[in-house]
């Protein structure tokens, strides 16, 4: 079984920065595309900024520029540096990943989501 697990959501004020962590355990032979999605309250869930295993980083339009996704294969781990933020980056940040478990055998995994508060 494999787990995804977000770390370093925050209340911070406009203008601030915070850096996600999400790190990935289990039976993992390898990871394909990792990425970042959001889900403000009443809204769908988005994507904000997706990275290959080759680390090609591709991002939504309203967050180019101040944010920066990058990763560390050796560590199964995907960040995600915020800076500028705006309260309307307000929302429940959620990691994702596609593992390969066998030679075969590819699956989406999601973790279980970090708050982050944008607010004065």
């Known amino acids: 079984q494999v787990q995804l697990v977000e770390s370093g959501g925050d209340l911070v004020q406009p203008g601030g920065s915070l850096r996600l962590s999400c790190a990935a355990s289990?039976?993992?032979?390898?990871?394909?595309?990792m990425g970042w999605y959001r889900q403000a309250p009443g809204k769908q869930r988005d994507l904000v900024a997706a990275?290959?295993?080759?680390?090609?980083?591709n991002y939504v339009d309203s967050v180019k520029g101040r944010f920066t996704i990058s990763r560390d294969n050796a560590k199964n781990m995907v960040y995600l540096q915020m800076n500028s933020l705006k309260p309307e980056d307000t929302a429940v940040y959620y990691c994702?990943?596609?593992?390969?478990?066998?030679?075969?055998?590819?699956?989406?995994?999601w973790g279980q989501g970090t708050l982050v508060t944008v607010s004065s």
């Open positions: 289990g039976s993992i032979l390898s990871i394909n595309d």
């Open positions: 990275i290959s295993s080759g680390g090609g980083a």
């Open positions: 994702n990943a596609g593992v390969r478990l066998t030679s075969r055998a590819t699956v989406e995994v």
